[in-house]
């Protein structure tokens, strides 16, 4: 949050909604123009708004209000399992997270494609190229519609998977292990 105080004010009073109706006084600064929430909670918008308050003539009308959340958690890729039919990524749940983007490159730097959009916290990818290593990030979503709105995390870090080219299934836990079958 960021404004330019009026000549004259003590203090800026910022106060917060999750509905544009009722507000709240959730900090009252000496001669700042700048406010970090650290309070918000992660996944939702919140309704900001500043009003100053003067000693002898008390608070002013607030200002116009401004919208602003915090981002979603980053998921965790937990574990990733090929075998000859695909590869399969698990990640941990992320609170407030309503849908899932996967993302695939053939290299771990550069561009990641979107690869599908899930509401559950794994993804079968039967399209990975045999034999080759993929890597694959997740990154989580929160759609509002009032206001229209939609909230992310940052990417996950990159992890490999192998679509075997057949007759060995390999795995990866997020501990490290790395799990061979020769099947």
Do not use: M
Not at 45 to 57: A, L
């Amino acid at each position: 949050l960021k404004w330019t105080p009026p000549v004259g004010i003590t203090k800026c009073i910022i106060e917060r909604s999750t509905d544009n109706n009722d507000y709240t006084e959730i900090k009252s600064v000496d001669n700042a123009t700048t406010y970090d929430d650290s309070t918000a909670d992660a996944g939702t918008v919140y309704y900001y708004r500043v009003k100053s308050r003067h000693d002898v003539y008390g608070d002013s009308d607030p200002c116009d209000y401004d919208t602003g959340y915090k981002k979603l958690e980053t998921p965790g890729i937990t574990e990733v399992t090929g075998d000859t039919d695909s590869v399969t990524i698990k990640w941990n749940p992320i609170a407030g997270a309503g849908y899932y983007k996967i993302l695939r490159n053939e290299s771990s730097t550069g561009k990641y494609d979107e690869l599908a959009t899930v509401y559950t916290i794994q993804y079968e990818d039967l399209t990975a190229p045999s034999g080759k290593t993929v890597y694959y990030k997740v990154q989580a979503f929160k759609a509002i519609t009032t206001p229209s709105v939609v909230i992310q995390s940052d990417q996950s870090a990159a992890v490999s998977g192998v679509r075997d080219a057949g007759g060995l299934d390999t795995s990866f836990s997020s501990d490290g292990k790395i799990t061979i079958d020769i099947g």
